[in-house]
């Protein structure tokens, strides 16, 4: 059975790319009889807002969606993570590291040939180096820290990895993609006061909830990399992926939830219709199928 899921998070409402993600998702469940499910990724505690979350079950239902209940949210699964994080951290896997922001920028100033991942220069892996004495230590001075991944330790135990891309990356990519382990450097998988990442809580609750299709924005293709690895590591299964093209402004930038005029909210204010939406997405009228009703 195909398992897909919409996963927002409530921090402003949803616009087109929205739409596009969560027909998508809904469209490939509802075509194979599947599942189609949403959860709500709330760990970014100050902008969580509930009238946000009301806002997304509006808007989708506007859409003409619906999905199966309980809604997961990841809010209520603390203890998950915090249970995959003593996993990783009992592989000595994970290392704390004290930097700031303006110091990691800085440490990759002095670098001056840092390497270059998805979302700009790698992290150098100042606090790798620490002694276990010393980041005890800082620990019980409670110096605010981040838990970060080893990624060289991460590849050794893994090995060869891939995932199949049944959508279209940004570059074409299509098949079976080889994972590089390497791609974000020593990514951040959890801060002190939070015991996650949106890597680490996406890769544990899409193997709770049996999710079997990944499918988002091509703007997240790179994610899947990072992503395996952890499912690898954990043992977790590793599902499928479809990428889909990104919905962009005039100017070509990716919408923003910054963007009123593009939220769902604000064109069904204007008497637009759902119909127009999926038209306007380049998507054919959605049919209801008794997969649909059962959702």
Same mark, same amino acid.
């Given at each position: 059975?195909?398992?897909t899921?919409?996963?927002?998070?409530?921090?402003?409402?949803?616009?087109?790319?929205?739409?596009?993600?969560?027909?998508?998702?809904?469209?490939?469940? +509802?075509?194979?009889?599947?599942?189609?499910?949403?959860?709500?990724?709330?760990?970014?505690?100050?902008?969580?807002?509930?009238?946000?979350?009301?806002?997304?079950?509006e808007?989708?239902?506007?859409?003409?969606?619906s999905?199966?209940?309980p809604?997961?949210?990841?809010?209520?699964?603390?203890?998950?993570?915090?249970a995959?994080?003593?996993?990783?951290?009992?592989?000595?896997l994970?290392?704390?590291?004290?930097?700031?922001?303006?110091?990691?920028?800085?440490?990759?100033?002095?670098?001056?040939?840092?390497?270059?991942?998805?979302e700009?220069?790698?992290?150098?892996?100042?606090?790798?180096?620490?002694?276990?004495?010393?980041?005890?230590?800082?620990?019980?001075?409670?110096?605010?820290? +981040?838990?970060?991944?080893?990624?060289?330790?991460?590849?050794?135990?893994?090995?060869?990895?891939?995932?199949?891309?049944?959508?279209?990356?940004?570059?074409?990519?299509?098949?079976?993609?080889?994972?590089?382990?390497?791609?974000?450097?020593?990514?951040?998988?959890?801060?002190?006061?939070?015991?996650?990442?949106?890597?680490?809580?996406?890769?544990?609750?899409?193997?709770?909830?049996?999710?079997?299709?990944?499918?988002?924005?091509?703007?997240?293709?790179?994610?899947a990399?990072?992503?395996?690895?952890?499912? +690898?590591?954990l043992?977790?299964?590793?599902?499928?992926?479809?990428h889909?093209?990104?919905?962009?402004?005039?100017?070509?930038?990716?919408?923003?939830?910054?963007?009123?005029?593009?939220?769902?909210?604000?064109?069904?204010?204007?008497g637009?219709?759902?119909?127009?939406?999926?038209?306007?997405?380049?998507l054919?009228?959605?049919?209801?199928?008794?997969?649909?009703?059962?959702?």
């Amino acid at each position: 059975m195909i398992v897909t899921r919409f996963a927002p998070s409530p921090t402003g409402y949803l616009h087109l790319g929205h739409a596009l993600a969560a027909l998508t998702a809904f469209e490939l469940a +509802a075509k194979a009889d599947g599942r189609f499910l949403l959860r709500i990724e709330d760990i970014d505690r100050a902008r969580s807002k509930s009238q946000f979350e009301a806002a997304i079950r509006e808007d989708l239902a506007w859409l003409g969606l619906s999905w199966v209940e309980p809604v997961m949210r990841q809010s209520d699964r603390l203890p998950a993570y915090r249970a995959a994080l003593k996993e990783l951290d009992d592989m000595r896997l994970l290392y704390p590291c004290f930097c700031t922001r303006r110091e990691v920028a800085a440490e990759i100033a002095r670098a001056g040939t840092a390497p270059q991942g998805p979302e700009g220069p790698l992290y150098v892996g100042t606090c790798r180096a620490l002694s276990d004495e010393e980041r005890r230590r800082r620990i019980a001075e409670e110096i605010p820290y +981040a838990l970060r991944l080893d990624s060289h330790a991460a590849q050794t135990r893994v090995g060869e990895l891939s995932f199949h891309e049944s959508g279209l990356g940004p570059r074409g990519e299509r098949g079976r993609i080889a994972v590089n382990p390497l791609l974000f450097g020593d990514v951040v998988i959890a801060r002190k006061e939070m015991p996650t990442s949106y890597h680490l809580a996406v890769a544990v609750d899409d193997a709770c909830q049996g999710v079997t299709l990944v499918t988002r924005g091509n703007d997240l293709f790179a994610a899947a990399h990072v992503q395996r690895v952890i499912q +690898a590591l954990l043992g977790l299964p590793a599902p499928d992926y479809a990428h889909h093209r990104l919905v962009c402004d005039e100017r070509g930038r990716k919408l923003s939830k910054r963007d009123r005029s593009a939220s769902l909210r604000s064109l069904r204010e204007q008497g637009v219709a759902p119909e127009t939406i999926r038209s306007q997405l380049g998507l054919e009228r959605i049919s209801e199928t008794p997969a649909m009703r059962r959702f």
